[in-house]
């Protein structure tokens, strides 16, 4: 069974003259000290390298799915250093980081730390600063979900970061950070991201799509939107080469509603990961083309001898003037006015993956 690796935190730095067995006896401490190998979901490693892997490595891992042999073979190739805890799965992210460089994109951000006597109590960061800075400071992006109250630089899990604070500009994010109210910082860093890039999806044609992958597809909706147990939203899309399934899952929240308003007609781009059973895109966003015209009926038609709206003669059985008998069988329509424009719509910021450029980003 695949596991695709997604928020994974993998870091890596730039040593000069460093020696490999010093770097390693620095590193093995560390983990002794702070890996918490006792977590079941937590399966660490790390990878010391003279020579930086190719960048393909790096892309297959965003892309697609690795295997830890293949990752294991090509750190033998390079004389890497290597070690892989439990089962082994932290090799293949630490690979990525070290072969990641910001070749198409990057953005930054800023990790505050927690003194270490806090560690895994309740984090003390003020919503209400967040809510400043996200407002103050315009090149962050993904602080606050101001619809769901929900303070996203924040983490969930008992680990040290107090928050962590996204952003196009270095220097802006020290601005930001001073603007945060929040029990005492033990220190901070900036890193180089490839968080809010995309850089997971690739553009595919429908019946190229595999499960696990991330995707950019275009198609036009042919099933309209209905929702499904849970109050996921799912639709139906095709292209020359085939169909997919899309979803807007529970926790996209308001993202839903623009997603229903979608009709039998419409062509968008589609972005988000794929399930595979029933092959679907997990939406991320989406871009609308076109809105296909929909129809109403607005009222009977109106007699062209006497000028008055006909009866209705039954469902389905057209319309008859009371005055003359003139028939017909075609009501008065006109273009129902959609929910909807076109243009991207993005889940909410509480639903965001790491990696989803946020529309901030694309349209600023
Ligand atoms: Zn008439």
Known sequence: MPWKTR???????KVENGNIKDIKKIIESAFGRYARVD????????????????YDIYENTVKDIVTIKEVEKLLNSLGAEYKGYKNKRGLIGATA????????????ELISYRKEDKWGTKRQVDS??????????????????HDNSHNRIVPSSPCPVLYGIRGEKEKDLIDAKSLVRSEEVAGWLIFETNQGTDEHL???????????QSVITK???????HIIKGGH???????????????????TKKFRDIIRELNI??????????????????????????????????????????GKHMKSKGAGQGYKCIKCGTKSDKPLFKDKKRGIKTGFYEVPVCARRHLSKPLKRIQP
């Open 97 to 108: 980081s070290v072969a990641w460089r910001p070749k198409n994109d990057k953005t930054y």
């Open 265 to 306: 007609g419409d062509k968008l781009v589609v972005y988000g990961g794929v399930r595979e059973k029933p092959l679907t895109i997990n939406l991320e966003k989406i871009k609308i083309l076109h809105l296909e015209k929909q129809k109403e009926k607005v009222e009977n038609p109106v007699c062209p001898k006497c």
């Open 7 to 13: 928020g994974n935190g993998a870091v890596s730095m």
């Open 39 to 54: 977590d079941e979901k937590t399966n660490p490693g790390y990878v010391i390298i003279g020579k930086q892997p190719s």
């Open 202 to 212: 690739q553009i595919k044609k429908i019946s190229q799509i595999k499960p696990y």
């Open 219 to 225: 198609g036009t909706v042919t099933k309209g939107p």
């Open 128 to 145: 209400n600063s967040v809510i400043k800075m996200d407002r103050t400071i315009s090149s962050t992006f993904d602080n606050f979900d």
């Open 233 to 251: 939203v799912i639709f139906l899309i095709k292209d020359s080469t085939g169909e997919i399934d899309c979803a807007a899952y529970e926790p």
